[in-house]
């Protein structure tokens, strides 16, 4: 056996060990859904993917285009509908120019691979996206990691390191917590750093007609690159670029992704112009969407679960091992109520965590059935053992004490 077959070999097995000490499928083997259960695992975060809107856009264009031409976006002209699509999302950000990607994921590989010069620093939140550091790897930076959100080292990296890239999330995908998004602007223009902020999880949720955290705080024309995934909130798949006019008709050529990948498909083009249609229009659902998450994470916290530091839609149940989280994820499963595991290379090996995603749709005893579940699996899934329970036990005890 040669040494790569071996290489391959131990890490396959590897792999196998680790799914055979979960105690219990995290993944393939997990129960299946029924119809009257609450599915908490989908980023269509407004509940717009089966809109009648959305999908009567997309099975026309299917209808009367089919899969359309299959190549580059390099060649596609002006007159195509993706870039007539770039165009109202420019509006929507309030951006000089916009371009559409395969995914979020060929978004940020893609931008900081061709804006980055080797070496250079780039400044990251070590819980920002992965696609942000294989964006770094991409152009072949130099990763400069901070502690999350902890600015004070930031500054410090950068006085030792000088200018370079900043490169966050503005709702972290693990712990849902914001950036903050009006500080790190002030740094950067401060030290001459340029700024990316990846707003998959906060675009269609937060700001003026859903346009954003940037939006939301008055500073888009401060943020020198947005990103998105607009699998989230926009229900469709594909990227998004938010950036200056030279950059944006620079980068389909230099963007790796851009240049050797099939352009999207143009029912998906339909369909996020469909979303957009409808995402500007969609305060009540944002509305709802707000209170849905307020009301789940304040009786999670009632019940003595600590869901820190989220404040959003994304809510982190934290059980800390990947047995642990096996087991309670199965235990919720039980009751109908699912979520997603995340679990190391997502997450380190001792923070692994059960991430409920809230939508706007969800009704009052939908919550209530969400809540009474996370109470009934508190004593077999050792929920009061938990690190982070212990954590938020000692910060606020009276009222975990009087959870439990």
């Given at each position: 056996?040669?040494?790569?077959?071996?290489?391959?070999?131990?890490?396959?097995?590897?792999?196998?060990?680790?799914?055979?000490?979960?105690?219990?499928?995290?993944?393939?083997?997990?129960?299946?859904?029924?119809?009257?259960?609450?599915?908490?695992?989908?980023?269509?975060?407004?509940?717009?993917?089966?809109?009648?809107?959305?999908?009567?856009?997309?099975?026309?264009?299917?209808?009367?285009?089919?899969?359309?031409?299959?190549?580059?976006?390099?060649?596609?002209?002006?007159?195509?509908?993706?870039?007539?699509?770039?165009?109202?999302?420019?509006?929507?950000?309030?951006?000089?120019?916009?371009?559409?990607?395969?995914?979020?994921?060929?978004?940020?590989?893609?931008?900081?691979?061709?804006?980055?010069?080797?070496?250079?620093?780039?400044?990251?939140?070590?819980?920002?996206?992965?696609?942000?550091?294989?964006?770094?790897?991409?152009?072949?930076?130099?990763?400069?990691?901070?502690?999350?959100?902890?600015?004070?080292?930031?500054?410090?990296?950068?006085?030792?390191?000088?200018?370079?890239?900043?490169?966050?999330?503005?709702?972290?995908?693990?712990?849902?917590?914001?950036?903050?998004?009006?500080?790190?602007?002030?740094?950067?223009?401060?030290?001459?750093?340029?700024?990316?902020?990846?707003?998959?999880?906060?675009?269609?949720?937060?700001?003026?007609?859903?346009?954003?955290?940037?939006?939301?705080?008055?500073?888009?024309?401060?943020?020198?690159?947005?990103?998105?995934?607009?699998?989230?909130?926009?229900?469709?798949?594909?990227?998004?670029?938010?950036?200056?006019?030279?950059?944006?008709?620079?980068?389909?050529?230099?963007?790796?992704?851009?240049?050797?990948?099939?352009?999207?498909?143009?029912?998906?083009?339909?369909?996020?112009?469909?979303?957009?249609?409808?995402?500007?229009?969609?305060?009540?659902?944002?509305?709802?969407?707000?209170?849905?998450?307020?009301?789940?994470?304040?009786?999670?916290?009632?019940?003595?679960?600590?869901?820190?530091?989220?404040?959003?839609?994304?809510?982190?149940?934290?059980?800390?091992?990947?047995?642990?989280?096996?087991?309670?994820?199965?235990?919720?499963?039980?009751?109908?109520?699912?979520?997603?595991?995340?679990?190391p290379p997502a997450v380190a090996k001792d923070r692994c965590v059960h991430?409920?995603?809230?939508?706007?749709?969800?009704?009052g005893p939908e919550l209530v059935r969400i809540l009474d579940a996370c109470?009934?699996?508190?004593?077999?899934?050792?929920?009061?053992?938990?690190?982070?329970?212990?954590?938020?036990?000692?910060?606020?005890?009276?009222?975990?004490?009087?959870?439990?």
């Amino acid at each position: 056996m040669s040494a790569v077959s071996r290489y391959l070999a131990e890490r396959c097995a590897r792999w196998e060990a680790r799914q055979a000490g979960w105690g219990g499928p995290i993944f393939h083997g997990r129960a299946r859904p029924g119809a009257d259960d609450l599915l908490l695992l989908s980023n269509d975060y407004l509940a717009l993917g089966g809109h009648p809107h959305v999908v009567a856009a997309q099975t026309d264009s299917l209808a009367r285009h089919g899969n359309g031409l299959l190549m580059s976006g390099v060649y596609t002209r002006d007159e195509d509908p993706a870039h007539e699509l770039e165009l109202r999302f420019a509006a929507l950000l309030d951006a000089p120019a916009t371009m559409l990607c395969q995914s979020g994921w060929s978004a940020n590989v893609g931008l900081i691979g061709a804006i980055a010069a080797p070496d250079e620093p780039v400044y990251i939140d070590a819980l920002a996206h992965g696609s942000l550091w294989a964006g770094i790897e991409a152009a072949r930076a130099t990763p400069r990691p901070f502690p999350h959100q902890d600015i004070e080292y930031l500054e410090l990296l950068i006085r030792r390191h000088g200018p370079g890239l900043i490169a966050v999330d503005t709702i972290y995908s693990v712990t849902g917590d914001r950036c903050p998004l009006a500080a790190l602007v002030e740094i950067a223009e401060q030290t001459g750093c340029r700024l990316i902020a990846d707003e998959s999880h906060a675009l269609g949720v937060l700001g003026p007609r859903g346009a954003g955290l940037a939006a939301e705080l008055g500073l888009s024309g401060h943020v020198d690159f947005r990103t998105a995934s607009l699998a989230k909130a926009f229900a469709g798949r594909a990227g998004l670029i938010a950036c200056p006019r030279r950059i944006a008709e620079y980068l389909p050529f230099h963007a790796h992704g851009a240049v050797f990948s099939s352009t999207l498909l143009p029912h998906d083009v339909a369909g996020l112009a469909a979303v957009l249609d409808l995402v500007v229009k969609a305060d009540d659902r944002r509305s709802r969407l707000r209170a849905n998450a307020g009301a789940l994470r304040d009786g999670l916290t009632m019940l003595g679960y600590d869901v820190s530091p989220s404040s959003s839609q994304i809510i982190p149940l934290q059980p800390g091992g990947e047995r642990e989280v096996a087991r309670f994820q199965g235990l919720l499963d039980a009751h109908g109520v699912f979520g997603a595991a995340f679990i190391p290379p997502a997450v380190a090996k001792d923070r692994c965590v059960h991430r409920l995603s809230v939508h706007s749709e969800l009704g009052g005893p939908e919550l209530v059935r969400i809540l009474d579940a996370c109470a009934a699996v508190r004593e077999e899934s050792g929920m009061h053992d938990w690190k982070s329970t212990r954590r938020l036990r000692a910060a606020r005890p009276e009222e975990v004490a009087a959870s439990c």
